[in-house]
């Protein structure tokens, strides 16, 4: 059984920081990509970052680049998202995806690509 936590989600001031984390059970972190999407109240879903299993290939969207870092730890079946310099629109509940791959320099940023999710993890950015 596969299943995905995410923790660390909070409230926060504008242009602070949050830290989320992602715990993998039921399969190696190493043999899956890893993303994290939002999903704000009455809006669609919306890619955030992405990371390949060799950890070395990296996509994120261009509303999060540049105060964004997604990163694994394998050792410890844990992902985590960083973010940064914090906007009121990044209020939103975020979802930490997995998806099997073979290939070690595999990322996507379609939803329907991602077989297993989280619960989710509120972040409210105030002004």
């Known amino acids: 059984q596969v299943r995905l936590v995410e923790s660390g989600g909070g409230l926060v001031q504008a242009g602070g920081s949050l830290r989320l984390s992602c715990a993998l059970s039921?399969?190696?972190?190493?043999?899956?990509?890893m993303a994290w999407f939002r999903e704000a109240p009455g809006k669609e879903r919306e890619f955030v970052a992405a990371?390949?299993?060799?950890?070395?290939?990296?996509y994120y969207a261009e509303s999060v680049k540049g105060r964004c870092t997604i990163s694994r730890d394998d050792a410890v079946n844990t992902a985590y998202l960083q973010l940064d310099s914090l906007k009121p629109e990044d209020t939103a509940l975020y979802y930490c995806?997995?998806?099997?791959?073979?290939?070690?320099?595999?990322?996507?940023?379609?939803?329907?690509?991602?077989?297993?999710w989280g619960q989710g993890s509120q972040v409210t950015v105030s002004s």
């Open positions: 990371v390949s299993r060799s950890g070395r290939n990296t």
């Open positions: 039921g399969r190696s972190l190493s043999s899956v990509v």
């Open positions: 995806a997995a998806d099997q791959a073979f290939s070690t320099v595999r990322v996507s940023s379609r939803a329907n690509e991602y077989e297993y």
